[in-house]
């Protein structure tokens, strides 16, 4: 007899009427009873100071904190607001709100319940994110022997409760601006000492939120050359008793959907960069990542920003030749940069996406899609031995070609053999412009050339020998140097025959571009 045949009345059960005893089994098979629920955290990493890309690169899939707010509104109530660091730097308009005072993404970001500083926020100034009431947690991070942050916080979801430990990357001071005391704890070791306090709370999850990465090789070559932990220990936190989940701040991939992979005892996740998505992660037995995808809302821009990034400059590309317009721009850099007597050793440029449409003049947010960190020239001293090195950097160990940061493109001001044949003076007696990227210690260039870069890194100079006191920092970005210069009446390098000069820049103030 099939399931739903007529079968005797005698056979009915009565609710009200008749009804089937085998339809009512079929409900409760089709519509399962709910489950009890799971506490839920929503991740981002990696914004790198995008409320929207919209404003520079208009033509683009959305990104960015704005185009995340709707999906953390809807999902946020009952879950907690994790950021895994790196969030406050990196775009146009963190560069333009840091000059001109205006609201920036910190503000947007006080719905979080915790966050990890990353490079990029202590750039704002650490005393800054200190005052800002925002969460941040760093248990292993030290300022003149003090925690200027918080180490973890307790929180209770869905009758779980819920340790929030945080740890800062120990190579956050390469590349970045230097912070005088600061020290950073190996973060392995610091979890552990932690650990034992947390567990006084009984807790029933432990969350680690690292700014680092997953592979303690991970800049393996870098960190020993500066003498630091390597910075990829999100595996090694992974394996520690009493760990539920790491989340990798640092590590910019999305994490697939489903069921969270295990690493050792704990999960161990990514959470993606300038907000393409949002992570969500189901703390139960089997944690569960869904990934919801940013949506196209259009935020409004701070005040001024509009205008900045439009201005346009008095060149159109011909073409999109990537390679060549990377040379040339190296030279105009070089050019740009230039003062009487010094020489420059700036990090080569790459370009990837061009963005641009054909005929259209080039802008400022070109120049920003180019060159998307806020590197300054900082003038130093250097050797005519170290400028060779820089010259030609070794492979790292097992690879035929360098660290692409560490290929910089070499301007003297006066002719010198730079081959490492030669028998190359140590004596430091060329001014030299270089990124503070590579002098903080950026793809490990000043660990290649100096005997102590910790000591260094940590002391904002070169010491006695290497320093130059007078003005040694350019405030100018190194793409705003690259914008004066294209500006100016001045010749271009001949590398530079891709670019066809449309106007003079006088002609072009009241000509925003599209």
Known sequence: MGLFAKKPVANRFKFGGAFDLNALLLIFILIPLPLSAEPRLLITANLNGWTSQRWAQPEEVPFGLAHL??????LGPGALKLDGGEALSGSPEAAFCKRQGCPSLMDRLKGYDALVP???DLDWGWERLAASGLPYLAANLKINGQRPFGSYKIFELEGVKIAVLGLANPALPLGHRPIAGLEIEDPVSSAQAWIKRIQNDHPNKLVILYSGLM???DGAEEAKLARLTPPG?????????GVDLVIAGGERRLPRPGLAPYEGGAVLISAGSRGRALVEVSLGPLPHINLHRAQGAEPRPPKGLLPFLTEPLPYKLKGKPRVKLAICLDQVLALAAQKPGESSAFGKIYLENLGLTKGRLLTRADLYRWLPHDELAVTIRLSQRELALLAHPAAPYGKKK?????QLHIALAQPLDLSLEARSSLKREYLVQLSDYHLNGGGGVVPMLFLDPKELIQAQGLGAE?????????KQSLRELIFS????PNPLPSSCRMLKRTADSKDLKSKPSS
Request: glycine residues 12%; positive net charge.
């Open 118 to 120: 990353g490079g990029g």
């Open 69 to 74: 707010e709707p999906l953390l509104d809807h």
């Open 233 to 241: 220990q999100g595996r090694r936190l992974a394996r520690l008793a």
């Open 215 to 217: 592979n303690p090789t």
């Open 402 to 406: 360098p660290n692409r940061a560490r």
């Open 466 to 474: 290497g320093a130059v006191p007078a003005n040694p920092i350019l």
């Open 485 to 488: 210069y294209l500006k100016s």
